[in-house]
């Protein structure tokens, strides 16, 4: 199994990013697909997260700004990222699991990472 994230880069504060996630190896269409993120110093946290029809579930911190979606031909989940705050650059991980418990606390599967930075 691969996870293999891109649109990570440089933003300023208030401005907007969307990462994608493709994955390969397997059929994903009935797993849970999502974020975590860990910031310079601080642990890794959920970001957000999607099961195969769609229903979406966020942390507290980007309720509202973020949004999560899938295309389950491409096995593929993006996170659009808006009105960017400082406190958001982190290395962003998509992440796979079998359900909503997995994939915001413990996943099954890690990609590599792709760091965004929020310039203010």
């Known amino acids: 199994v691969q996870l293999q994230a891109s649109g990570g880069g440089l933003v300023q504060a208030g401005g907007s990013l969307r990462l994608s996630c493709a994955a390969s190896?397997?059929?994903?269409?009935?797993?849970?697909m999502g974020w975590f993120r860990q910031a310079p110093g601080k642990a890794r946290e959920f970001v957000a997260g999607?099961?195969?029809?769609?229903?979406?579930y966020y942390a507290d911190s980007v309720k509202d700004r973020f949004t999560i979606s899938r295309d389950n031909a491409k096995n593929t989940v993006f996170l659009q990222m808006n009105s960017l705050k400082a406190e958001d650059t982190a290395v962003y991980y998509c992440?796979?699991?079998?359900?909503?418990?997995?994939?915001?606390?413990?996943?099954?599967?890690w990609g590599q990472g792709t760091l965004v930075t929020v310039s203010s």
């Open positions: 190896g397997r059929t994903f269409s009935f797993y849970h």
């Open positions: 999607t099961d195969w029809s769609g229903a979406t």
């Open positions: 992440t796979l699991g079998p359900s909503k418990v997995a994939v915001t606390t413990r996943p099954l599967y």
